[in-house]
């Protein structure tokens, strides 16, 4: 099946800093991306979708401007967790449409301290 | 977007066949009907995807009524590495604007 990495796997970070994690589709084209932020014991939370060439579109309650996203080429999607706060700690998951479902990455850690 | 509906947690011993249900009765014409699983700490897994009637692949099956309002996943013979959420979604893959907004899952728990 298609395959979605991510990079850093997991990311430590002081409170204030800025932290960019990678999304790339390593086999296949990827005109949409989605990016997922997923809490301990909860499930995945939709936070924007992200179209080559274009404005990437924020989920409601997702702030644009501390999580700026940019989809630059066909096969690579970031996103960018701005002014990281402790409550920004969570595990951040990418996904890029294949040619018929999503396939997902394999998430980053992120811990803000 | 169609919401969907699972058991919350089930469990199972090894070998045996588990089937979780969900439900979907705003499903639209157009939707597909995709199932991930998700183990601590990783992405979703793709598992299988299905339009109508029955599905089957390497590690699972999906059967799916004609009115489509809901499906079953069937794992045959469960093993301990089984243990893991399994999410029901419902979407529309060949729309450009296709994302997939997870439930809460179900959660399996296998048992030696």
């Known amino acids: 099946g298609a395959v979605v990495s991510q990079h850093p796997s997991r990311v430590i970070c002081k409170s204030g800093t800025s932290v960019k994690i990678e999304c790339r589709s390593l086999?296949?084209?990827?005109?949409?991306m989605f990016w997922y932020r997923q809490f301990p014991k909860k499930s995945l939370m939709l936070m924007a979708t992200?179209?080559?060439?274009?404005?990437?579109?924020?989920e409601q309650g997702v702030e644009k401007d501390k999580f700026l996203i940019n989809h630059a080429s066909l096969t690579l999607s970031t996103l960018t967790v701005t002014s990281a706060h402790p409550e920004d700690s969570s595990f951040y998951i990418c996904?890029?449409?294949?040619?018929?479902?999503?396939?997902f990455g394999p998430g980053t850690r992120l811990t803000v301290l | 977007l169609a919401k969907t509906t699972q058991p919350i947690s089930m469990d199972s011993y090894e070998g045996q066949e588990v089937n979780i249900t969900c439900s979907h009765n705003?499903?639209?014409?157009?939707?597909?009907i995709t199932w991930y699983q998700q183990f601590p700490s990783q992405g979703p897994r793709f598992i299988i995807q299905g339009y109508k009637t029955k599905v089957t692949n390497e590690v699972a099956s999906l059967f799916i009524p004609a009115d489509r309002k809901s499906s079953t996943l069937s794992l045959p013979r469960v093993s301990l590495s089984d243990t893991a959420v399994y999410y029901c979604?419902?979407?529309?893959?060949?729309?450009?604007?296709?994302?997939?907004?997870f439930g809460a899952g179900t959660r399996l728990f296998v048992k030696a």
């Open positions: 996904s890029a449409r294949g040619r018929d479902t999503q396939y």
């Open positions: 979604l419902v979407g529309d893959p060949n729309t450009g604007g296709f994302k997939t907004i």
């Open positions: 992200s179209n080559e060439g274009s404005k990437a579109t924020y």
């Open positions: 705003n499903i639209a014409t157009n939707d597909y």
């Open positions: 086999d296949f084209q990827a005109t949409t």
